[in-house]
């Protein structure tokens, strides 16, 4: 069965400070990796996206990196503000007939000031 | 643009009701979808929809129908209401099922009581 694993499950860091978020995939075939972040009570907003072929992909102060062999990711965030605060969701796409992606549980991040 | 739509926000079900939750978006995407996001879980995809006429089962289809009759529009039927439905529903579009970034609404919380 695929699986996306996400952690740690939350996070508390300070205003300024930097943090990486990690998702570990079982997904076969793989199409795409994607992060989102979703605030409280909204919809999740894509940050990246990454194929197989990219190791690396930047939105600002956010970086996603993709080890499509070890079959991991990390989400870097850089210079924290107060408006991260969100949760962090890992969502790993099938190439094939499937388009059913897998979600992870999410990262669920505070920064405090 | 308005990006993509829900409507209701929120909506209180008595067990057994029927009710339609209703999704549009104006950005002319192909592929729409619905997802179910439930405390603890990475959100699930209910069904899809590739294009008009088309729609597909997605990991948790049972007790709800979709159809897909224009390009804009992807409501989704609960057929008859069960507490188990109780969670957030969020409809998504892109330009394409796989490599596209995609774009949430704001989500309906459903309780069935």
């Known amino acids: 069965k695929n699986q996306v694993e996400q952690s740690p499950q939350s996070l508390i860091i300070l205003e300024g400070k930097n943090c990486t978020l990690q998702?570990?995939?079982?997904?076969?075939?793989?199409?795409?990796l994607r992060w989102y972040k979703q605030d409280t009570g909204r919809g999740p907003v894509s940050l990246t996206i990454?194929?197989?072929?990219?190791n690396t992909k930047s939105n600002g102060r956010y970086t996603a990196t993709l080890d499509a062999d070890t079959k991991q990711s990390s989400l870097h965030i850089t210079a924290s503000q107060l408006s991260d605060s969100a949760s962090y969701i890992c969502?790993?796409?099938?190439?094939?007939?499937?388009?059913?992606?897998?979600f992870g549980r999410g990262t669920s991040l505070i920064v405090h000031p | 643009n308005a990006g993509v739509t829900q409507t209701p926000k929120f909506q209180v079900l008595k067990t057994g009701q029927s009710m339609t939750l209703q999704c549009a978006q104006d950005?002319?995407?192909?592929?729409m979808s619905w997802y179910r996001q439930d405390p603890g879980m990475g959100l699930r995809l209910i069904h899809y929809?590739?294009?008009?006429?088309?729609?597909d089962q997605g990991e948790v289809p049972n007790g709800y129908n979709v159809s897909r009759s224009t390009t804009e529009d992807f409501p989704l039927r609960l057929l008859s209401a069960a507490p188990s439905q109780t969670s957030v529903y969020f409809c998504a579009s892109s330009s394409d099922a796989r490599t596209y970034e995609q774009y949430f609404g704001p989500g309906t919380r459903l309780t069935v009581t």
């Open positions: 990454m194929t197989f072929s990219e």
């Open positions: 998702c570990n995939y079982t997904v076969s075939p793989f199409s795409n």
């Open positions: 969502v790993v796409s099938p190439s094939g007939g499937s388009y059913i992606p897998t």
């Open positions: 929809s590739v294009g008009a006429g088309i729609t």
């Open positions: 950005m002319n995407h192909e592929y």
